[in-house]
T-cell receptor, first 114, second 115 residues
Framework: AQSVTQLGSHVSVSEGALVLLRCNYS??????LFWYVQYPNQGLQLLLK??????LVKGINGFEAEFKKSETSFHLTKPSAHMSDAAEYFC????????????FGKGTTLSVSS | EAGVTQFPSHSVIEKGQTVTLRCDPI?????LYWYRRVMGKEIKFLLH????????ESGMPNNRFLAERTGGTYSTLKVQPAELEDSGVYFC?????????????FGAGTRLSVL
């Protein structure tokens, strides 16, 4: 069965600092991996996705994630945090691209201080 | 283009009452999903419609939950009778097939509080 573990329910960084949100997955088949972000009072918005092409995936708002099969990880990074990045971030896995259900991690709340 | 719309945004009901949540997917999206997040837990899949047919309802917790998608457009999720453990945020998502795969677009959710 597939599962997702997000290490750290809450991460705090200073504005301009590196953002690193950790995600490890478990999957018996080559996974499709996603990062979503939820800003207050909004729906989940797709940041980026990995679908077995390039292992380094670039997303919106300067975020990127690297798929590391040997470590079963898909950590999300951003070189320089901005105040507007404060939100909750979710890592998710799916066993295919054909519309099957997403399996989510518990989410990580990112706080950015000035 | 309008996104996925859910209403109400918040519902407060008493145990034993009935509540109906509605989701309007993005126009043209055949796939519609319901998910739920109980406080402190992860977002969990409930079910998946393809047009008006239930493709996968393996996540539905019990028979107090009834989902419909008449005509393959909007969907409703009815909880009858509601229990305390049904409290949480209910998300709806929709997707269409594309070369880039099925990207699920989410609504803002309905926060259900059962007292």
């Amino acid at each position: 069965a597939q599962s997702v573990t997000q290490l750290g329910s809450h991460v705090s960084v200073s504005e301009g600092a590196l953002v690193l949100l950790r995600c490890n997955y478990s999957s018996s088949v080559p996974p499709y991996l996603f990062w979503y972000v939820q800003y207050p009072n909004q729906g989940l918005q797709l940041l980026l996705k990995y679908t077995s092409a390039a292992t380094l995936v670039k997303g919106i708002n300067g975020f990127e994630a690297e798929f590391k099969k040997s470590e079963t990880s898909f950590h999300l990074t951003k070189p320089s945090a901005h105040m507007s990045d404060a939100a909750e971030y979710f890592c998710a896995v799916s066993e295919d691209q054909a519309g099957t259900a997403l399996i989510f991690g518990k989410g990580t709340t990112l706080s950015v201080s000035s | 283009e309008a996104g996925v719309t859910q209403f109400p945004s918040h519902s407060v009901i008493e145990k034993g009452q009935t509540v109906t949540l509605r989701c309007d997917p993005i126009s043209g999206h055949d796939n519609l999903y319901w998910y739920r997040r109980v406080m402190g837990k992860e977002i969990k899949f409930l079910l998946h419609f393809v047009k008006e047919s239930k493709q996968d309802e393996s996540g539905m917790p019990n028979n107090r939950f009834l989902a419909e998608r008449t005509g393959g457009t909007y969907s409703t999720l009815k909880v009858q009778p509601a229990e305390l453990e049904d409290s949480g945020v209910y998300f709806c998502a929709s997707s269409q097939s594309s070369r880039q795969g099925y990207i699920q677009y989410f609504g803002a959710g309905t926060r259900l509080s059962v007292l």
